[in-house]
């Protein structure tokens, strides 16, 4: 069987910095990265770093002149981008990454014509070691070629292993697509008896759903992990004696109850007791007060 979602609508925001590798501005690679980099992997020195403009390329040549130890590496269609001169003075060459990712620009073709290529750098963390510049072409407005989109082929057998349902999946890819252009289009495809899920978008997407998928089997390892299943029997048995309390709740408000009609009873009946002896009584009285008549023995 196949189930699909056709015709996705994207939204691109280029994603804040984050161990899974993929950010701009907002959460920035130079926080990302300063947790895992020591004093002795980049120098922490205030540098002037000014750049008189030029292709991307340029910029991050310029930029390993300063810092030698940072591990760089600029895609094919990434190093024609063209980047404004700027003045800056900096202590971490993430910085600059920052600066110029997630800005709106162009790449010049060879023989120095403007392309009608429009999109944005990006850059991708891999590991702790390596930095990738990437560039994603902008969304379709009328004019210049939009990005290919290609298929990836994802197998999510482990995540059905785990527990996790279908729609749990899909939601969650959903909610990740739902962060990409919404001039974009995605399509996916699920195939139920071997597990495999097909995705056809542009390459930003098609890697976000991947970095989805890879975030997804990590808690797939969790929910059948030791601590896991403690966890959840821990709280199976919790609930189960939550349940035992309110049943011997309700079953001591029934006996309440009962015990309550039973004194009430015992209470009816004793006053019925105390009325017929009251009853006797007075009659004995009465017999004992009223004259007796001699003659009519006679």
């Given at each position: ?127 702790q070691e390596l930095v990738q510049i ?62 495999v899920l097909f995705v056809k978008g ?97």
């Amino acid at each position: 069987m196949i189930h699909a979602l056709a015709g996705t609508v994207l939204s691109v925001g280029l994603l804040a910095a984050s161990p899974t590798g993929v950010g701009e501005p907002g959460g920035t690679l130079a926080q990302a990265q300063e947790a895992e980099t020591t004093e002795t992997d980049l120098v922490r020195r205030r540098v002037d770093f000014s750049f008189d403009g030029g292709t991307a390329s340029q910029l991050f040549a310029q930029l390993q002149d300063v810092y030698p130890e940072y591990s760089l590496i600029v895609d094919k269609n990434a190093r024609r981008f063209q980047i404004d001169g700027f003045d800056a003075k900096i202590t971490d060459p993430s910085t600059i990454v920052d600066l110029v990712c997630g800005v709106n620009g162009t790449v010049v073709n060879p023989d120095g014509l403007e392309s009608s290529q429009i999109g944005k750098l990006r850059f991708r963390s891999v590991g702790q070691e390596l930095v990738q510049i990437l560039f994603d072409t902008g969304p379709r407005r009328g004019f210049g070629p939009a990005a290919t989109p290609t298929v990836e082929i994802i197998s999510i057998q482990e995540l059905l292993t785990s527990g996790m349902t279908v729609e749990a999946i899909f939601g969650t890819v959903q909610a990740a697509i739902d962060l990409r252009d919404q001039d974009s289009e995605a399509k996916i495809r699920f195939h139920e008896e071997t597990g495999v899920l097909f995705v056809k978008g542009i390459d930003a997407v098609n890697e976000m759903v991947g970095q989805t998928i890879d975030a997804l089997k990590a808690s797939a390892k969790w929910l059948v992990s030791d601590e896991a299943l403690a966890a959840k029997e821990a709280r199976i048995r919790s609930d189960a004696l939550d349940a035992l309390e309110v049943t011997n709740q309700a079953a001591f408000k029934v006996q309440e109850e009962k015990m309550k009609k039973l004194m009430k009873d015992h209470e009816a009946l004793m006053e019925r007791d105390r009325r017929r002896e009251d009853r006797k009584d007075a009659e004995i009285q009465k017999r004992q007060l009223d004259p007796v008549d001699l003659n009519e023995e006679d």
